[in-house]
């Protein structure tokens, strides 16, 4: 099984509105990512949790916080954004220490509009 | 020089033609390399992944990893109207570590029947 689920599946917010994303992992990976990506862009990494820890923070604003509460769960709260913010937010884990591999998977997104 | 580049698209094959998919990566010290396909609207989708140097081959798909030329390519055989996505190339390992995956800019394959 190779699934990583992400709620909710579309979001709508206002610039004044903390919201939420969920992501959920049951592979046994040890990393998981949260990434934003623009119409005809690649991804764009923002952050990494490693063993639960954050790892990377890829210069990401204030307004976007990330949690990791344990190693199946990732949260990305989200605070007074900017309309620029809309944009399709993945999820994604990997890195199966048992198995020693390395291959990415990620969530189907949520497809955030701030208003 | 970008950490990772593809060919520019968008790339047209017709249906049944082999479709030739390429990516090259600055860091020497990479050590896994991803081609995930992504339909407009939809997330990535790992289809292939290739650790050592050689071919790897999964049904129409075929990877091939030249680390010394720090080249990656996808094959896709006998395309269909379905192979129609954007085609990303992603490495990682190396001085990034594991934990951090970069993606090359992707290709947009057009099958035409």
């Known amino acids: 099984d190779t699934e990583v689920t992400q709620t909710p599946k579309h979001l709508v917010m206002g610039m004044t509105n903390k919201k939420s994303l969920k992501c959920e992992q049951h592979?046994?990976?040890?990393?998981m990512y949260w990434y934003k990506q623009k119409a005809k862009k690649p991804p764009e990494l923002m952050f990494v949790y490693s063993y639960e820890k954050l790892s990377i923070n890829e210069s990401v604003p204030s307004r976007f916080s990330p949690e990791c509460p344990n190693s199946s769960l990732l949260n990305l709260h989200l605070h007074a954004l900017q309309p620029e913010d809309s944009a399709l937010y993945l999820c994604?884990?990997?890195?199966?220490?048992?198995?020693?591999?390395?291959?990415?998977?990620f969530g189907p997104g949520t497809r955030l509009t701030v208003t | 020089q970008k950490e990772v580049e593809q060919n520019s698209g968008p790339l047209s094959v017709p249906e049944g033609a082999i479709a030739s998919l390429n990516c090259t990566y600055s860091?020497?010290?990479?050590?896994?390399f991803f081609w995930y396909r992504q339909y407009s609207g939809k997330s990535p989708e790992l289809i292939m992944f290739i650790y050592s140097n050689g071919d790897k081959e999964d049904g129409r798909f075929t990877a091939q990893l030249n680390k010394a030329s720090q080249y990656v390519s996808l094959l896709i055989r006998d395309s269909q109207p379905s192979d129609s996505a954007t085609y990303l190339c992603a490495v990682n390992g190396g001085k990034t570590s594991y934990d951090k995956v970069i993606f090359g800019p992707g290709t947009s394959l057009s099958v035409i029947p």
């Open positions: 592979m046994g990976h040890r990393a």
């Open positions: 994604a884990s990997s890195q199966d220490e048992k198995k020693r591999t390395y291959e990415q998977y």
């Open positions: 860091d020497r010290g990479s050590q896994s």
